[in-house]
């Protein structure tokens, strides 16, 4: 390590996090406050989970309709004409829906902003707070939404372009009843391409709630202000970053071997009780304490003026 560096570690914070998560909710226990802190870690998870619509019963009755014998261009012929056919009332209804969901899904990380610092709130100050924290970082927690809502809108189109093209050569080669060498490089290129820009949009919304969050909450900062701060830190560092995001995936891996030992265990009643809205929350708390704790601590590393636990309380201002 060369001199001025400091030492970041990945495993270092494990004890302190899991320490910050058994005062926050063992030391005492009380399920009130659980339900309370679970707001916030509720309102954070909206835009963390998506859904997806059910079309089974659409393409199994096309797929009932068509003849066994078809081979897969005459399928394809099909489908293709199917949708050309219907492309009357296709486009319009999928305009729609995508608008409603875009709507649906900018609501969803308006509360879920709010939520990410609510939930920061209650953990770096050991408190069961929600009205307070959510009037006190409405300007962080809208800077944040922003910034959110920016990168959907161009991480989406985005994905849903390379997807598009994925799809287009692919049935162009389907058609002409031959892959050539030229369409088989041009589909691993779109290939790489879609997995290339999934992984950078995971990594910026990683990077975005587990480090810039606690920097905009730490020197009251907004999205942009955070991100270049966080900039001048990030090339110094490539490896432990790297490392960070490796070891994310490990233990949201042991979290949920966990979980599905406890689902056994209980013959399937946690799974139930889990897939109850804010209840399932709740009761997830001492994982989420201890991830929320764990980013937090590796942040602090490097050095005090990035350490949420060292923040003062913030004075109220009016709700927005």
């Known amino acids: 390590m060369s001199p001025g560096r400091k030492r970041i570690s990945v495993i270092d914070p494990i004890h302190p996090a899991l320490q910050r998560a058994g005062l926050i909710l063992f030391r005492p226990f009380n399920f009130g406050k659980w339900f309370v802190i679970g707001f916030g870690a509720w309102l954070a998870s909206l835009a963390k989970a998506g859904g997806g619509g059910n079309l089974g ?29 219907n492309a009357g009332w296709l486009m319009p209804a999928a305009i729609a829906l995508a608008v409603v ?18 939930f920061l709130h209650c953990v770096a100050f050991n408190v069961a707070e929600a009205a307070d924290p959510w009037k006190a970082h409405s300007e962080g927690a809208n800077s944040l939404w922003m910034f959110r809502v920016i ?26 009843g031959q892959f050539t060498s030229g369409s ?28 810039i969050v606690p920097l905009m909450f730490r020197r009251n900062l907004s999205c942009p202000a955070a991100w270049k701060h966080f900039g001048s830190l990030l090339p110094g560092y490539p490896g432990p970053f790297f490392l960070y995001i490796l070891f994310r995936i490990v233990l949201k891996l042991i979290a949920g071997a966990l979980l599905l030992v406890l689902f056994l265990a209980t013959c399937c009643i946690a799974c139930c009780l889990l897939s109850i ?3 399932g929350t709740v009761l997830l708390l001492p994982v989420l304490v201890f991830l929320r704790s764990y980013s937090a601590f590796f942040l ?14 913030p004075a109220l201002v009016a709700a927005v």
Not at 111 to 118: A, D
Not at 161 to 176: E, F, K, T, Y
Not at 300 to 313: K, L, N, W
């Open 57 to 85: 019963g659409r393409l199994g009755g096309f797929a009932d309709s068509a003849d066994e014998s078809l081979t897969f261009q005459d399928w394809l012929h099909e489908t293709l004409g199917w949708l050309s056919e």
């Open 101 to 118: 969901g875009a709507t649906v899904w900018i609501v969803l990380l308006w509360l879920s902003s709010r939520g990410e610092f609510m």
């Open 151 to 176: 990168l959907f809108f161009i991480s989406t189109p985005l994905l849903l372009g390379i997807a598009g093209a994925l799809v287009w050569v692919a049935a162009q080669a389907g058609l002409s």
């Open 184 to 211: 088989i490089i041009l589909l691993g290129v779109l290939s790489i391409l879609l997995i290339l820009t999934v992984v950078v949009t995971l990594i910026v919304d990683l990077f975005t709630l587990d480090f």
């Open 277 to 279: 809205p804010y209840l």
């Open 300 to 313: 602090a590393q490097f050095g005090p003026e990035h350490d949420v636990f060292q923040a003062s309380r």
